[in-house]
Antibody, heavy 113, light 107 residues
Framework: QAQLVESGGGVVQPGRSLRLSCAAS????????MHWVRQAPGRGLEWLAF????????YYADSVKGRFTISRDNSKNTLFLQMNGLRVDDTAVYSC??????WGQGTLVTVST | SYELTQPSSVSVSPGQAARITCSGD??????ARWFQHKAGQAPVLVIY???ERPSGIPERFSGSSSETTATLTVSGAQVEDEADYYC??????????FGGGTKLTVV
C-alpha cells in the first residue's frame, strides 16, 4: 500500500540548516503534487509548501518563503525540504503528503540553543 | 495571506449531529477540504471539493459550502469520531492554508 516515510529531523541550533527527506512507495509518485505540512507542539496543522508532480512549480507559505526550499527527485521517489535559517518557532513535527491522499507519520525538528 | 476560521471546540452526545464551520473569504471561490486528525496518527481526508467523500469514509461525514463558510457535518456522531478536524483551501496563487482546527468531543 502507499507509504510516505520522512527522515532527517533532529535537534539543531537557531540559524542552522536541516534537510528533510520523504521517501514514497506504493503509489505513482511522479503523478502527485506533494506538500509539506508541520505541527508545532500544542498547535494546529500549518501548510508550508507545495511542488507540482514534475517539480516545475513550487509554492510557499509566507512563514517559510525565502528560508525553506521544496524539491523532488522522481527517479528516486523522494521529496525534500531544505530548511535554512532555522528559528526556535520552527520546532514542529514535519510531515509530507501526496496530494493529501497519502500522509507520512512525520519527523520531529527541534530548534534550540 | 489567507485565513480560515474554525471554532476551537464542538461537543455533542453520541448519536447527535456535530457541525463544524470554517469561514474565510477564500471559500467564496475555492473548494474546501476537511481532515480528521487523531493524536499520533496521520491526518485523514474526509471531505474534498466541499462535499465529496473519499472512498472508505463513512456516510455520516458530509460537507457543504455557502458563500464564505464551509461546514462539516458528522451525522450520528460516534465516540470514535472524536478528533481534531481541520479545513483547508488553496488560493489562486497555489498557497495553501489550514484552519486553526476544531476539537470534536463526543461524550
Amino acid at each position: 500500500q502507499a507509504q510516505l516515510v520522512e527522515s532527517g529531523g533532529g535537534v539543531v541550533q537557531p540559524g542552522r540548516s536541516l534537510r528533510l527527506s520523504c521517501a514514497a512507495s506504493g503509489f505513482t509518485f511522479n503523478t502527485y503534487g506533494m506538500h509539506w505540512v508541520r505541527q508545532a507542539p500544542g498547535r494546529g496543522l500549518e501548510w508550508l509548501a507545495f511542488i507540482t508532480y514534475d517539480g516545475s512549480d513550487k509554492y510557499y507559505a509566507d512563514s517559510v518563503k525565502g528560508r525553506f526550499t521544496i524539491s523532488r527527485d522522481n527517479s528516486k521517489n523522494t521529496l525534500f525540504l531544505q530548511m535554512n535559517g532555522l528559528r526556535v518557532d520552527d520546532t514542529a513535527v514535519y510531515s509530507c503528503a501526496g496530494g493529501f491522499d497519502y500522509w507520512g507519520q512525520g519527523t520531529l525538528v527541534t530548534v534550540s540553543t | 495571506s489567507y485565513e480560515l476560521t474554525q471554532p476551537s471546540s464542538v461537543s455533542v452526545s453520541p448519536g447527535q449531529a456535530a457541525r463544524i464551520t470554517c469561514s474565510g473569504d477564500l471559500l467564496a471561490k475555492k473548494y474546501a477540504r476537511w481532515f480528521q486528525h487523531k493524536a499520533g496518527q496521520a491526518p485523514v481526508l474526509v471531505i474534498y471539493k466541499d462535499s465529496e467523500r473519499p472512498s472508505g469514509i463513512p456516510e455520516r461525514f458530509s460537507g457543504s459550502s455557502s458563500e464564505t463558510t464551509a461546514t462539516l457535518t458528522v451525522s450520528g456522531a460516534q465516540v470514535e469520531d472524536e478528533a481534531d478536524y481541520y479545513c483547508y483551501s488553496m488560493g489562486d496563487d497555489r498557497v495553501g492554508v489550514f484552519g486553526g482546527g476544531t476539537k470534536l468531543t463526543v461524550v
